[in-house]
Nanobody
């Protein structure tokens, strides 16, 4: 299983970025897909998760209304659209996969991408 995250970069406060994660999982549609982030000196934290079908999503409070997670099971991809970015969103962003729902801690995820850096400058 391989997850490849992309789309990070440098953006000004208030700007937008779209992250994408390509998964080489034969049964991609049977995995919940999540996004996490890790800022320097901090623990990896949950950002968003989407269910197998894409019909259910859940967000960390600080990103609700600004970030949107989506998936395309035909293409084995999961995206994170990030709008109204703030300096505190600066972090390395990781996509991850788990078989089960209701999981919001990084230790509960089975597969990880390599991370993509997002830097929001003021």
């Amino acid at each position: 299983v391989q997850l490849q995250a992309s789309g990070g970069g440098v953006v000004q406060t208030g700007g937008s970025l779209r992250l994408s994660c390509a998964a080489s999982i034969r049964t991609f549609s049977s995995y919940y897909m999540g996004w996490f982030r890790q800022a320097p000196g901090k623990e990896r934290e949950f950002v968003a998760v989407i269910s197998w079908s894409g019909g259910s999503t859940y967000y960390e409070d600080s990103v609700k209304g600004r970030f949107t997670i989506s998936r395309d099971n035909a293409k084995n991809t999961v995206d994170l659209q990030m709008n109204s970015l703030k300096a505190e969103d600066t972090a390395v962003y990781y996509c991850a996969a788990t078989r089960y729902g209701g999981r919001y801690h990084y230790t509960q995820y089975d597969y990880w991408g390599q991370g993509t850096q997002v830097t929001v400058s003021s």
